[in-house]
Nanobody, 125 residues
Framework: QVQLVESGGGLVQAGDSLRLSCAAS????????MGWFRQAPGSEREFVAA????????YYAASVKGRFTVSRDIAKNTVYLQMNSLKPEDTAVYYC??????????????????WGQGTQVTVSS
């Protein structure tokens, strides 16, 4: 089992930055591919970014590439999502997820078998 707890969400203005954190416990963190997803009201949950268990590969949705950066700190069992140049369309609940089964990185929501409770990010114009 893996427990994931997100933090760092909040209300910001367009152009501001936020850093989300996701603390993992319960299973060797270094063996997990980690992903970030988001869900806006009335929309399906969508992929944002992911980092491979080795930390040697990252993958981003086109809508956030160049603005968001995913990273991980193995010693702290934590994965981060640095969000810069935020836009109102980035407003959503952001979820941290862990994939304990795949060797390679995936943006497919079905590959992630552990989820956090989510943290709200609101970007005002």
């Amino acid at each position: 089992q893996v427990q994931l707890v997100e933090s760092g969400g909040g209300l910001v203005q367009a152009g501001d930055s936020l850093r989300l954190s996701c603390a993992a416990s319960g299973r060797t963190f270094s063996s997990l591919n980690m992903g970030w997803f988001r869900q806006a009201p009335g929309s399906e949950r969508e992929f944002v970014a992911a980092i491979r268990w080795k930390g040697d590969s990252t993958y981003y949705a086109a809508s956030v590439k160049g603005r968001f950066t995913v990273s991980r700190d193995i010693a702290k069992n934590t994965v981060y999502l640095q969000m810069n140049s935020l836009k109102p369309e980035d407003t959503a609940v952001y979820y941290c997820a862990a994939d304990s089964r795949s060797y390679w990185l995936s943006s497919d929501i079905k590959e992630y078998n552990y989820w956090g409770q989510g943290t709200q990010v609101t970007v005002s114009s």
